[in-house]
């Protein structure tokens, strides 16, 4: 079983940034794939970042490229996303999810929700205009 804690959501102006960090449990952490999604209101979750376990390969939504950066650090079980140029668009709960399974990771396959076993409870991004 594999518990992942969400932080660093909040309320910023458009133009700022927000680093998100996700805390997992689990002693082989350095081999799980890492996701990270968001909801907004009345819409689907939706793709935002990937990073593999294996050797670090990102994979980002295109609403993402260029002003996001997902990375990890094995070391403290943590993966994070830093977001810069943040739009109001861009408010939503994120959150990160884990795939233990080390499954295959393609572009196509790392932004499928179904790839991933397990999901933070999610931290709130609010964008201000």
């Known amino acids: 079983q594999v518990q992942l804690v969400e932080s660093g959501g909040g309320l910023v102006q458009a133009g700022g940034s927000l680093r998100l960090s996700c805390a997992a449990s689990g002693r082989t952490f350095s081999s799980y794939d890492m996701g990270w999604f968001r909801q907004a209101p009345g819409k689907e979750r939706e793709f935002v970042a990937a990073?593999?376990?294996?050797?670090?390969?990102?994979h980002y939504a295109n609403s993402a490229k260029g002003r996001f950066t997902i990375s990890r650090d094995n070391a403290k079980n943590t993966v994070y996303m830093q977001m810069n140029i943040l739009q109001p668009a861009d408010t939503a709960v994120y959150y990160c999810?884990?795939?233990?399974?080390?499954?295959?990771?393609?572009?196509?396959?790392?932004?499928?929700?179904?790839?991933?076993?397990?999901w933070g409870q999610g931290t709130q991004v609010t964008v201000s205009s």
């Open positions: 999810a884990a795939d233990e399974r080390t499954t295959i990771f393609t572009p196509g396959i790392a932004a499928s929700r179904e790839k991933y076993d397990y």
């Open positions: 990073i593999s376990g294996r050797n670090s390969r990102t």
